[in-house]
């Protein structure tokens, strides 16, 4: 069965430094890969995906992250954090071979930048 | 344009109501998707439509979950009987994805919370 897992609850960084959340995944096959944030009493917003290719994808708001096949994990990364980055992020897969076209999400971290 | 809207927003129901919440999914998408989301946890998967064909409900907990999408755009949640366990945030989800092997992010609307007393 596929699974995400979001190992850190929360993490914790001051503003500038690069920030790293991490996921790993558990799936057949090569996986669908996504990046949400939500912010308090809000939905949950689209930071990137990926699907085939390129490992370092680009997103919304100067994140990225990495796809490590080997590893099995998809990080999220940023070089320089900013305050307002502070959020709770979800890492989500999907089973390209699964039927079903849901996405399975982690638990969450929490992102907390200092100024 | 407009993104996912949903209503109500917030929903207090006495333990054994029903009720129903809604969703008005971004025009011109195809799929749409329910989650559950419970305090501190990621959403979970409860059913997806395509068009107005509930093509997967493996996700919804118990026969009490009842969802549907007779004109293939807007959708109702219906949960009857009410539990304490069912308190919770009640997320939809819309995309344009038409098949299983495509893949388009889904776009999420702010969420009905829905506490059970």
């Known amino acids: 069965a596929q699974s995400v897992a979001q190992p850190e609850d929360q993490v914790n960084v001051a503003e500038g430094n690069p920030l790293t959340v991490k996921c790993t995944y558990s799936?057949?096959?090569?996986?669908?890969l996504f990046w949400y944030v939500q912010y308090p009493n809000r939905g949950l917003q689209f930071l990137l995906k990926?699907?085939?290719?390129?490992?370092l994808v680009k997103g919304s708001y100067g994140f990225e992250a990495e796809f490590n096949k080997s590893q099995t994990s998809f990080h999220l990364k940023k070089p320089s954090a900013l305050v307002s980055d502070s959020a709770l992020y979800f890492c989500?897969?999907?089973?390209?071979?699964?039927?079903?076209?849901?996405?399975?999400f982690g638990s969450g971290t929490r992102l907390s930048i200092r100024p | 344009g407009a993104g996912v809207s949903q209503s109500p927003r917030y929903k207090v129901a006495k333990r054994g109501q029903d009720v129903a919440l809604r969703c008005d999914p971004i025009?011109?998408?195809?799929?749409l998707f329910w989650y559950q989301q419970a305090l501190g946890q990621g959403p979970e998967f409860l059913t997806y439509?395509?068009?107005?064909?509930?093509?997967?409900k493996s996700g919804l907990p118990s026969d009490r979950f009842f969802a549907e999408r007779p004109e293939g755009s807007v959708s109702t949640l219906k949960i009857q009987r009410t539990q304490q366990e069912d308190s919770a945030v009640y997320l939809c989800?819309?995309?344009?994805?038409?098949?299983?092997?495509?893949?388009?992010?889904?776009?999420f609307g702010p969420g009905t919370r829905l506490t059970v007393l």
């Open positions: 025009s011109g998408h195809v799929s």
């Open positions: 439509f395509q068009n107005e064909a509930q093509l997967d």
């Open positions: 989800a819309s995309s344009l994805a038409v098949s299983g092997d495509s893949y388009n992010e889904q776009f």
């Open positions: 990926y699907i085939t290719g390129d490992n």
């Open positions: 799936v057949s096959g090569n996986p669908y």
């Open positions: 989500a897969v999907r089973d390209p071979y699964s039927s079903a076209s849901k996405i399975i």
